[in-house]
């Protein structure tokens, strides 16, 4: 990736995110990542980074390899229709993040038979923490390898079937918002309990961070690492069944397939 040049068009939130996770990566040079907005003005602070910085969207590809469109679904095929004249096949890869938008679309919209990708990552990119699952219509092991790099800079990546790339969206993607509320509702629980906000949050932080490491380093069933701190008669499993009765998982569940089906209307 060192001698890779990249370009985020539409670097919005999301944009920004990937950005910044890519530049804590000492592998990926801030001079070679070009991102673009309509309005430069928020973006002007990382030119003291070494990002160049436009509202020029075929200037960016031009002088890029990996191009990452970050844009929503709405204005996504209008700016493909902008810069397919800008396109190679022997030099691009384009990794569009928009929800919905299918590979077969995104390749008719520039014509010509450029590797495409869709990516979906979290804004957890931001610290290098990102879940981003990919699909892609190449089987070219190059170009496969090169965005794989691209993402683990900013996480970890899953390559998957383009028919769970929704599915995607809504676990990881909408997941970061569902856990932290979740995390917010433990926080304001704390604070009734007797911790002050700062405490709180300290301690809920760290809870969670450790939850997920232990699923994620033993990989074990969340229901295994529940069943070693639930006692007879204990705190724990009292808490749990009364969230329970009250519809806790259900309304998780529910929330999920909600998302998932405003997605496929």
Do not use: W
């Amino acid at each position: 990736m060192e001698d890779k040049k990249i370009a985020i068009l539409g670097c919005g939130n999301l944009g920004i995110s990937i950005l910044n996770g890519l530049l804590t990566m000492p592998n990926i040079k801030a001079s070679n990542i070009t991102v673009t907005k309509r309005n430069i003005d928020t973006l002007e602070h990382y030119k003291s980074k070494g990002v160049q910085i436009s509202n020029d969207n075929n200037e960016a590809v031009k002088s890029s390899q990996i191009i990452i469109i970050a844009l929503k679904p709405y204005n996504i095929l209008e700016v493909l229709d902008e810069i397919k004249g800008s396109l190679n096949k022997d030099t691009h890869i384009l990794i569009s993040l928009a929800t919905g938008v299918l590979l077969k679309d995104i390749q008719k919209a520039v014509v010509i038979p450029v590797p495409v990708f869709r990516a979906m990552p979290n804004t957890a990119a931001d610290v290098s923490t990102a879940m981003t699952c990919i699909c892609s219509n190449t089987g070219d092991r190059e170009k496969i390898l090169l965005v794989h790099q691209c993402f683990d800079s900013i996480g970890q990546t899953l390559f998957i079937n383009e028919g769970l790339m929704d599915a995607a969206t809504v676990l990881g993607a909408c997941g970061i918002a569902f856990v932290l509320r979740f995390m917010r509702a433990m926080v304001q629980g704390g604070i009734q309990i007797g911790f002050d906000s700062t405490t709180a949050n300290t301690i809920v932080n760290q809870t969670v961070l450790g939850a997920a490491q232990l699923l994620s380093q033993r990989n074990q069933h969340p229901e295994f690492e529940i069943d070693k701190v639930t006692t007879p008669k204990g705190c724990t499993i009292t808490g749990l069944n009364e969230m329970e009765h009250n519809g806790f998982s259900s309304a998780l569940i529910k929330g999920i397939v909600t998302s998932y089906e405003a997605i496929e209307k």
